[in-house]
C-alpha cells in the first residue's frame, strides 16, 4: 500500500448533545465535549486507522490550538503538516446533536479556509498514491486556488484524487456549477444523498450518483443508516447495506467512510468492498462522540 495524502480542514469541535428539543431564550441541558475534528483530519484519521501506514495531512490551524492538534493526529497515526496561522485562530465547529444523532452545525472556517498555494509543494506528493481534497477549501479563497494548484501538480505526478463535497449548506452558497468546474478533473466524489440530490437535481441518490459518474469516473453516495452506493462510468456497480448501528452522534460518519473506502482503494480492493469497509467504518463511528475514531 502506498500514501494516502490529505488536504483539508483541522477543527476544533465542540459537541453539545441534548436530548430535548432546544428551548428558545432559555437553558437546554446538554452534555458537552471539546474534541479535535475537521472532515479532512477526520478522514485521515479514519484512513490511519483502517491501516493505511503512510497518511499525511496539510491544513492550516491558529497557534492558539495547533499543538493539540498536532498531538492528536500523530497519537491517530497522521502525519501532520500543520501550517500555524498567526494572524486566525483555528476553526471551530458547534455540533450540536438530537436525541436521534442527528447534528447541525455551526461553523467558524478560521485559519482553515487560509490554507493558500504558499503553503502548497508538489513534495508533499512524494511517496503518495492518492490524494484526497476536502470540499470545505472549495468554499474561499484563497483556499481554492491551493485546491487548484494541489490538484493540478497531482494530475501531472500521476496520483489519483478524490473530493468530499462536505456541505449542502455551502454547496448552495457557492453554486453547484462552480464547483462542478472547480473539481474537474477528480477520479472519485464522495459525496451524501442531500449532496448529489443538490449537484444534479435528481431526486434519488442512485439516479444522481449516475448523473455524477458521467463526470467522475467512481462516484461513491452515502446514505446514513441506508448504506451507500456505487456508481462507475455512469451506471450503479454496488449498493451495499450499512450495519446496524445504535447512533449517539453522527458528526463524522461520511468522514470514517471516506477513509476506510480509500484506504481499502489503495490496499487494492474493488469498489464495492472499499464501499463495505466505508460503511463498517460508518457505523463505528456513529456510536460514539465525535468525529474522529475512538479507542487505541
Request: charged share 20%; proline share 5%.
Amino acid at each position: 500500500m502506498r500514501g494516502l495524502l490529505v488536504v483539508g480542514d483541522v477543527v476544533t469541535d465542540v459537541v453539545a448533545r441534548h436530548g430535548a428539543p432546544l428551548a428558545a431564550a432559555t437553558d437546554t441541558a446538554a452534555r458537552i465535549r471539546t474534541l479535535p475534528g475537521g472532515a479532512g483530519a477526520n478522514v485521515a484519521c479514519w484512513a490511519a486507522r483502517a491501516g493505511c501506514a503512510d497518511v499525511r495531512l496539510l491544513g492550516r490551524v491558529g497557534t492558539d490550538a495547533a499543538d493539540w492538534h498536532e498531538r492528536a493526529l500523530v497519537s491517530a497515526g497522521v502525519r501532520p503538516l500543520l501550517v500555524r496561522d498567526a494572524e486566525a485562530a483555528t476553526a471551530t465547529v458547534i455540533a450540536l446533536v438530537d436525541a436521534s444523532a442527528e447534528r447541525t452545525f455551526l461553523t467558524d472556517s478560521g485559519a482553515a479556509l487560509r490554507l493558500s498555494p504558499d503553503d502548497w509543494s508538489p513534495a508533499f506528493l512524494d511517496g503518495a498514491a492518492h490524494l484526497h481534497l476536502s470540499g470545505y477549501l472549495f468554499f474561499s479563497e484563497p483556499s481554492r486556488a491551493a485546491v487548484r494548484r494541489a490538484l493540478r501538480d497531482a494530475r501531472e505526478a500521476g496520483v489519483t484524487v478524490s473530493v468530499d463535497p462536505a456541505s449542502a449548506g455551502f454547496l448552495a452558497e457557492l453554486g453547484t456549477d462552480r464547483f462542478l468546474r472547480e473539481a474537474a478533473g477528480v477520479d472519485m466524489l464522495f459525496p451524501n444523498a442531500d449532496e448529489a440530490r443538490l449537484l444534479t437535481g435528481c431526486p434519488g441518490p442512485a439516479e444522481a450518483a449516475v448523473a455524477l459518474s458521467r463526470a467522475f469516473p467512481l462516484v461513491a453516495v452515502t446514505s446514513g443508516a441506508q448504506g451507500a452506493l456505487v456508481a462507475e462510468s455512469g451506471a450503479v456497480t454496488a449498493r451495499v447495506a450499512a450495519p446496524a448501528a445504535r447512533p449517539v452522534d453522527s458528526t463524522g460518519a461520511g468522514d470514517a467512510f471516506t477513509g476506510a473506502f480509500l484506504a481499502a482503494r489503495l490496499s487494492g480492493a474493488d469498489a464495492a468492498k472499499a464501499a463495505e469497509a466505508g460503511c463498517r467504518a460508518g457505523a463505528r463511528a456513529v456510536v460514539s462522540v465525535g468525529g474522529r475514531p475512538a479507542g487505541p
